[in-house]
């Protein structure tokens, strides 16, 4: 009797071992919803407080010189160009060379092949001009200016953090984290050589986690979602960078902590990536060269450590650490094995 009954309560067993993974696993689901949607809307708000900007500005006038001048650059002369290509310069093109050919010649002209390509090639090759030789090189050249001028926006608007100690409690703890982090760094040209390595390092780890993200985007389904996520995630990663650089914070530090409390950076970068999805490339592209340095001055004067630390009694747990750059540092380590000196450096 007892050897009949064991193998009906081993499968018993294994029946609700069954059952209870799936409970499991929805529960600890369940209990990392509240944290993560609580740093969310902090990281969101924290964003959101665009008034920094204009504290920042009036407290420095090369800031507000660099700031008038991506208005400028991005705003009026890029998007400015774009708006008018497409609300005057096309029209007036369509007018002049409509899509009927008879329209504009006689019948028995647009009857032969070779005037009807040449209609065809006028009528689209003049759009495609603007584009190849305007557009574009205009692209190239506001990105370069944008990325130069960026650095300046997050040195001045740092300077203005430390030098007028906005908040105190917030400048001492961020000069104690300053410390912290640096105690493990040596000096002289020992140190510099550390975080040269550390930059390559980051910049080409960042490049393989775009890449990873463009193709995420293409998953049927879900992959707007985790595009979405994954951008705002980078996003925010690059305005907050700026102040880990100035305050000489370690990149396994910055790594750990971002990936610690990745709810509360996707919220951040939430507003930052919103013009991708709503508007075409070229014009997302002008809108977000005008409001990314906006969220970098923000991000300066976050003090991101104390505001996770304030909310922890709040949403009632823990967030789990994501290992978000995982594929990126496999893949990073692999690609700096082919340059020996700069794996023995880093």
Not at 41 to 58: E, M, N
Not at 64 to 82: E, H, P
Not at 225 to 253: D, I, Q, T
Request: net charge neutral.
């Amino acid at each position: 009797m007892k050897e009949t009954s064991s193998p009906t309560l081993q499968a018993q067993k294994g029946k609700r071992s069954k059952e209870s993974l799936p409970r499991s696993l929805m529960e600890s689901l369940a209990s990392q919803a509240k944290p993560a949607a609580v740093l969310w809307l902090a990281g969101f708000l924290q964003a959101a407080r665009l008034h920094r900007v204009i504290s920042f500005c009036a407290s420095s006038r090369p800031l507000s010189v660099r700031i008038a001048q991506c208005f400028l650059l991005n705003g009026f002369i890029f998007l400015g160009s774009l708006l008018t290509l497409k609300s005057v310069v096309i029209p007036i093109i369509l007018w002049i060379l409509p899509e009927q050919c008879d329209r504009l010649w006689r019948q028995n002209l647009c009857d032969h092949t070779a005037a009807l390509a040449i209609y065809s090639f006028l009528r689209s090759g003049l759009v495609q001009i603007f584009y190849v030789f305007w557009f574009y090189p205009l692209y190239i050249f506001s990105f370069i200016i944008s990325t130069l001028w960026y650095g300046d926006i997050a040195k001045h608007s740092l300077a203005v953090v430390k030098s007028k100690k906005l908040d105190a409690s917030q400048a001492l703890d961020s000069e104690t984290h300053k410390t912290s982090v640096s105690e493990d760094r040596p000096e002289g040209f020992d140190g510099v050589a550390i975080g040269v390595g550390e930059q390559v390092y980051s910049i080409l780890l960042l490049t393989i986690f775009f890449a990873e993200v463009t193709m995420i985007g293409y998953i049927p389904y879900l992959g707007k979602v985790m595009n979405f996520l994954l951008l705002s995630l980078m996003y925010a990663y690059y305005c907050f960078e700026y102040k880990w650089n100035f305050f000489a914070v370690s990149l396994n530090h910055r790594l750990d902590f971002f990936e610690s409390n990745w709810a509360f950076f996707a919220g951040f970068g939430s507003p930052c990536v919103l013009p991708i999805f709503f508007f075409s490339p070229l014009t997302s592209y002008g809108v977000m060269a005008i409001l990314y340095p906006l969220f970098v001055m923000t991000a300066a004067g976050t003090e991101e450590e104390q505001a996770i630390d304030e909310l922890e009694p709040t949403h009632g747990g823990k967030l789990k650490r994501i290992p978000l750059f995982f594929v990126a540092k496999r893949l990073t380590t692999q690609v700096l094995q082919l340059f020996p000196e700069a794996q023995k450096e880093q």
